[in-house]
């Protein structure tokens, strides 16, 4: 059987926790922040757990995570 190649965008987005799950950071924390408020950015600071629909697929895509 050969290796499985690894998405590396996808591997710089994505780490792995210590039960398994799937650590992201948010999106829209880029640019036009000065009509966001100040509660929408601190809340976009904090990382997100990939959603359980999509976990399949990234773990498709990540194999040696």
Same mark, same amino acid.
């Given at each position: 059987?050969p290796?499985?190649?690894?998405?590396?965008a996808?591997?710089?987005?994505?780490?792995?926790?210590? @039960?398994?799950?799937?650590?992201?950071?948010?999106?829209y924390?880029?640019?036009?922040?000065?009509?966001?408020t100040?509660? @929408?950015?601190?809340n976009?600071?904090? %990382?997100?757990?990939v959603d %359980? @629909?999509?976990?399949?697929?990234?773990?498709?895509?990540?194999?040696y995570m």
């Amino acid at each position: 059987m050969p290796k499985i190649k690894t998405n590396r965008a996808a591997a710089k987005r994505f780490k792995v926790t210590g @039960t398994g799950k799937l650590k992201r950071s948010k999106a829209y924390k880029r640019h036009i922040l000065t009509k966001k408020t100040t509660k @929408t950015k601190r809340n976009l600071r904090k %990382a997100a757990i990939v959603d %359980a @629909t999509n976990v399949k697929n990234m773990k498709k895509i990540l194999p040696y995570m």
